[in-house]
């Protein structure tokens, strides 16, 4: 599979049907053969698969692709009907190309690569089996020849009787065509080339016979084993093929809809519950297993998978799947150094990455740590010792306090974090190169953590590191409020030479709206210093789409600025409807009690409104993108890196622990709703340490007594050890 073919989205998956008599083919998926009279298209995205159907020249196909829970596989199953009035006689093509090992160098060094697959038939298993012979494991260009082996090998079959196969792009194409025209296809003859060096493929022939009205069932597997274990199991026994493939998309569901039931929202509002129950959790635990390693987007090819990015997608799944967090946070945690810094970026199968000097990247580990805790209570966790990345160990609890005096220590001129390399905003990269330069949203993100963790400390009964955490944090606060406030809203950033990022004094640039939104979030902005900028932000960067980035965008390259003046105004980091900084806005309206501009903003971010001119839109109207351009350039309302960003956990949260109100920390849930005036009454169903809520919440405001299964407890926070039931109802308001 090649990444970033467009506008051609080719090579895919694809099932082509021929006519014997008349010799026409189309093909299931309508892509590549585009052409075609098909008289109906659909296709439906669902957790964890996608069904097209399609209906062309008498032949109606149900497509349904997905990759099985328990299975190293991925499954085409098809169900092909004859819906004309005569009987067929059809051929039928599967073709996939094949890419084994390491996708960027195909990409970079295709003529070299090619001469390491191998594609071969296995007659009595009845597929295709592709190897290669050389794992490129590191990543870029270099010299050096690593002499490893890529240990797996492929198998492509179709469960229906075979009559031809090719291992071979060249052969299976032919020359002057395309996927569009294969010369196989076109005179029905199959090459049976098996392949020791060249473009390697896997295509299969049958033939079916169809009566009118008659439905043949077939499913097409491409399974990955090592080369250890030989033949999977499930594909030795072809016969069955058919019934597993169903068993395992069953499996599939179910375990989505098991996943899914951990939280069930109820609002007025269909699109907010679609998303809060559905799509968004959805989406979060994508993040969560992918990282942003796949996608044509974000390149897991190139930067591995990023330190802050795998402490924030954790937020996601630890409200359906708590117990697969703590793992992932031991692993996460080896990319720390003794001194308390960290890697920012690591590749999982070689375990190196990158030092690149983020500011902000080690603080993401008592991020997620806290984020954990106050979910689970899971306070032993704190003991388990963990290795450093420079040699060494210590324990969880100690890593915190590493991260945390590490960022602590590397306070500036003005009392703020120096920015080195860029702080969460990855293109402010060229502020501080020679080390003096600060952020302002790094001192508020610095000092939102250390008050993060105070109850912890206070918990554990750490007196002196509590004081010194308090203490830095009041140093924070008062940097920010006396050197870091424009007028009418806060600075960005300090450079290198002293002067300010994020002024009204500039030109360009002059309201960033991370620095307002976590100067409120870390509680450092006084009430009516939140005000003014919360004003200052929905006047010059409210959007249809929600809130613009920063605002004016940068029309002239500052080089002592950064990557973020060199990419078009009104997109990315310069000027987009950045979706993440944008949920961050919302909780910051939110906690500053503008209910319904957080309302607001939420509601036109959700991608059911976003995306409502989907043509513009351009990407999946179902998941939150990473931005979506904003009134600041021509093609406002086109969004870009859908599935993979940290959007999807924070709207997620910001939607049940924001509005909904049920926040967790370390002694029970806070009841803390905060509805718009639009929901007068909503219902969640929420896991939480083991138990099933179900709570009803009328009315907003401050929560001063609630009921659980009848019973009236005093306060708004929620001990969940003292009851028994395994279910609690719970109702929040008259
Ligand atoms: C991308 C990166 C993320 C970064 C953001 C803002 O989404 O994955 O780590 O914080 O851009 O620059």
Redesign the pocket.
């Known amino acids: 599979m090649r990444y970033n073919s467009l506008p051609w989205d080719r090579p895919g998956r694809y099932i082509l049907v021929k006519d014997r008599e008349t010799g026409f083919y189309h093909s299931l998926s309508w892509a590549p053969t585009l052409d075609r009279p098909y008289q109906r298209y659909e296709c439906a995205h669902g957790q964890g698969y996608t069904r097209i159907t399609t209906e062309c020249q008498g032949l109606k196909g149900v497509l349904t692709y997905f990759v099985p829970r328990t299975a190293t596989a991925e499954v085409w199953r098809v169900a092909l009907t004859n819906t004309s009035a005569a009987p067929r006689t059809l051929e039928i093509y599967a073709f996939v190309e094949l890419l084994m090992g390491n996708a960027l160098n195909d990409l970079i060094n295709q003529p070299n690569d090619k001469h390491f697959p191998e594609v071969a038939f296995d007659d009595e298993h009845l597929c295709l089996v592709a190897s290669r012979r050389y794992w490129v494991l590191n990543r870029g260009v270099t010299v050096k020849q690593p002499n490893v082996d890529w240990p797996y090998r492929l198998y492509f079959t179709n469960s229906l009787p075979l009559t031809g196969f090719d291992g071979s792009l060249d052969a299976f194409i032919g020359r002057w065509r395309s996927e569009a025209n294969p010369i196989a296809v076109t005179t029905g003859r199959m090459g049976g080339t098996e392949i020791t060096a060249g473009d390697p493929i896997a295509a299969l022939q049958s033939m079916v016979t169809l009566e009118p009205q008659a439905t043949q069932e077939f499913v097409v597997v491409m399974a990955l084993a090592p080369k250890t274990a030989g033949v999977p199991e499930f594909l030795q026994d072809r016969g069955h093929l058919v019934p597993w493939s169903d068993r395992q998309l069953q499996e599939l569901t179910a375990y989505w809809d098991r996943y899914l039931r951990a939280l069930v929202v109820t609002t007025p509002d269909r699109d907010v519950n679609r998303s809060l129950s559905i799509w968004n959790p959805y989406q979060a635990a994508v993040t969560f297993e992918m990282a942003?390693n796949s996608g044509y987007y974000?390149g897991g090819l190139l930067f591995g998978t990023?330190l802050?990015?795998r402490f924030q997608d954790i937020l996601g799944v630890l409200i359906a799947a708590p117990e697969r967090v703590r793992p992932r946070l031991r692993d996460a945690l080896r990319y720390q150094f003794a001194d308390g810094s960290t890697l920012h970026n690591f590749f999982r199968l070689t375990g190196s990455g990158e030092k690149t000097n983020h500011s902000d990247t080690p603080l993401w580990i008592p991020f997620g740590v806290m984020a954990y805790l106050k979910e689970t209570a899971d306070l032993d966790f704190l003991q388990e010792t963990v290795p450093f990345y420079d040699g060494g160990e210590s324990t969880v609890g100690d890593r915190l306090r590493r991260a945390l005096d590490y960022s602590l220590g590397q306070l500036g001129p003005n009392g703020l974090p120096r920015i080195h390399k860029g702080d969460?905003?990855?293109?402010l990269d060229y502020i501080g190169p020679e080390g003096h330069g600060e952020t302002v949203w790094g001192a508020c993100f610095l000092a939102y953590i250390l008050r993060e963790t105070f109850p912890l400390w206070a918990w554990l009964q750490e007196e002196a590191t509590l004081q010194r955490y308090q203490t830095a944090y009041t140093q924070l606060q008062q940097a920010v409020n006396e050197r870091c406030w424009d007028g009418e809203w806060y600075l960005r950033a300090f450079r290198d030479d002293g002067s300010a990022v994020g002024s009204h004094r500039d030109r360009q640039g002059q309201l960033f709206l991370n620095a307002q939104s976590w100067a409120i979030l870390a509680g450092i902005a006084p009430p009516a210093r939140a005000q003014q900028a919360i004003a200052a932000c929905r006047e010059r960067l409210l959007t249809p789409y929600g809130m613009q980035i920063v605002a004016p965008a940068y029309r002239e390259v500052e080089p002592n600025t950064g990557l973020i003046s060199r990419c078009v105004p009104g997109k990315k980091?310069n000027g987009a409807v950045f979706n993440?900084a944008s949920s961050w806005f919302v909780l910051a309206a939110l906690t500053a009690g503008e209910t319904e501009l957080a309302w607001e903003v939420y509601r036109r971010m959700l991608p059911a409104n976003s995306a409502q001119d989907r043509d513009r839109y351009e990407v999946e109207p179902y998941v939150f993108a990473?931005y979506v351009t904003s009134p600041e350039h021509p093609t406002q309302g086109q969004a870009s890196h859908s599935w993979l960003?940290?959007t999807a956990v924070w709207m997620l949260r910001i939607g049940v622990d924001g509005f909904l109100g049920l926040q967790p920390e370390l002694d029970g849930l806070r009841l803390a709703p905060r509805l718009p005036a639009a929901w007068p009454e909503v219902a969640v169903q929420r896991r939480f340490r083991g138990k099933t809520l179900q709570v009803q919440i009328r009315g907003s405001g401050p929560v001063s007594a609630f009921t659980v299964n009848g019973e009236r407890v005093a306060g708004n926070l929620l001990r969940v050890t003292d009851f028994v039931d395994e279910v609690l109802t719970v109702t929040v308001g008259p």
């Open positions: 942003r974000h990023g802050r990015d969460w905003n990855d293109t980091e993440h990473e960003t940290g």
